[in-house]
Every structure is written in structure tokens, then in C-alpha cells.
């Protein structure tokens, strides 16, 4: 699914990216800031999304791991940067990055969140990409557009994955999906 950079350069152009075995990922570290996070070297692929959008369960799907990262029916429940190695390399990273935009949690928290998540996807040298989970029912808010503006000013491919689909009635997934792709 992803191609770390790194990795790239390791190979030849002719021969095939080699994959990467995600069921072997496993939990480092969870940091409430950037100071506290891993040491900023190899590369790690970042999942955002708002509060609910499904980043946890994305993870654990590509994981094939029921609880490696804590999904929740709360919303809001995350509030760290969780790390997660692949193939025991604690250099390749999966992060599972606090949800935003979640109305009950006080504003000082809120605003506090968003700070350490701005600071993150800003200087974070070793973040190569982002996956962009959104609920296909209510796509491109103004904060997908915010995280999109991020990786747009550091030049970093984004990966859109709708989730919920199956909450649409019948026949809506894939007229919602062509209007996505005209946007
Ligand atoms: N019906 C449905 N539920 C989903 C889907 N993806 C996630 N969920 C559920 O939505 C809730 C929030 O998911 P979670 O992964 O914790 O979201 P996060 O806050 O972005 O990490 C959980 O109860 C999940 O089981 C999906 O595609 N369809
Ligand atoms: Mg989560």
C-alpha cells in the first residue's frame, strides 16, 4: 500500500518495491507532543483524519490486528500521536495521529490538540505521507482542507480513504465517490 521513500533508493528502478509485511507492526510508543515523540529519523506514514473518521480501525485493517490501535465509538478518545514500528524496524512507522474536530471536547483542549498536531505535521522530517481518512458522508471539511494545505506546503503525497460507505443507503457510495473525484 505505501512505499517509504527509503526504501525506494535501496533499489534499483527496474526490480519491484518490495512490500512490506503490516501484520508484523507493533506498538511503540504514544507521545502527547513532538517533543516526546520517537527520534526523528527513517520514515513513518501518518493517518489523519477528523475525530471518528475511522483512522484507528484503517490502521488495524492494514494491520490484520483487532486492537492495535484503540478504536473507539467516543469520538475524541484519542487525544496522543501513537507510533507503531513495521517489521520490528522501529525506522518505519505507521502513526495514528490524535482526531480533530470533535464539538464536546472543551475549547482549550481543542485548541491545545490542534497545536501539537500543527507542530507535528509541520517539522516532522521523517513524515513521508499522510492518509486522509474521511466519512464518505461528510468529506472535505475545512479541517481535510487544513491537512491537505499541510502536506501541500511540505510537498507530501496524500492518500484520501472514504470510510462508512456501507452507512450510505443503497446506490449513494458510488454516486458520492464520482462526485468526489470531480472535486
Ligand atoms: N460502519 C462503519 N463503521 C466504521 C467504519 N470505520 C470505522 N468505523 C467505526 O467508527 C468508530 C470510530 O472508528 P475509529 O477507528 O476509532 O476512528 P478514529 O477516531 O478516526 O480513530 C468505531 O466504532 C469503528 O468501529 C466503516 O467503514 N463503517
Ligand atoms: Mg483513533
Given at each position: ?54 483512522k484507528s ?56 490538540w490542534q ?55 443503497k446506490g ?12
Amino acid at each position: 500500500m505505501f512505499v517509504f521513500q527509503d526504501q525506494v533508493h535501496d533499489y534499483p528502478h527496474d526490480s519491484p518495491v518490495p512490500r512490506l509485511n503490516y501484520p508484523t507492526a507493533s506498538f511503540i510508543i504514544s507521545a502527547p507532543t513532538l517533543a516526546l515523540c520517537p527520534d526523528d529519523t527513517g520514515a513513518e506514514v501518518a493517518f489523519a483524519g477528523r475525530s471518528n473518521a475511522g483512522k484507528s480501525s484503517a490502521i488495524n485493517a492494514l494491520t490484520q490486528q483487532n486492537a492495535l490501535a484503540r478504536t473507539s465509538r467516543t469520538p475524541g478518545r484519542t487525544q496522543l500521536i501513537n507510533f507503531f514500528s513495521v517489521m520490528n524496524d522501529e525506522s518505519r512507522r505507521l502513526v495514528d495521529l490524535p482526531g480533530y474536530g470533535y464539538a464536546k471536547v472543551p475549547e482549550a483542549v481543542k485548541i491545545e490538540w490542534q497545536k501539537h498536531l500543527a507542530e507535528y505535521l509541520r517539522n516532522r522530517f521523517s513524515l513521508r505521507g499522510l492518509v486522509l481518512l474521511m466519512d464518505v458522508r461528510h468529506p472535505l471539511t475545512e479541517f481535510d482542507q487544513m491537512m491537505l494545505d499541510y502536506a501541500d506546503q511540505r510537498e507530501m503525497p496524500v492518500h484520501i480513504l472514504l470510510t462508512k460507505a456501507d452507512k450510505l443507503k443503497k446506490g449513494l457510495p458510488a454516486l458520492r465517490c464520482k462526485k468526489f473525484a470531480r472535486v
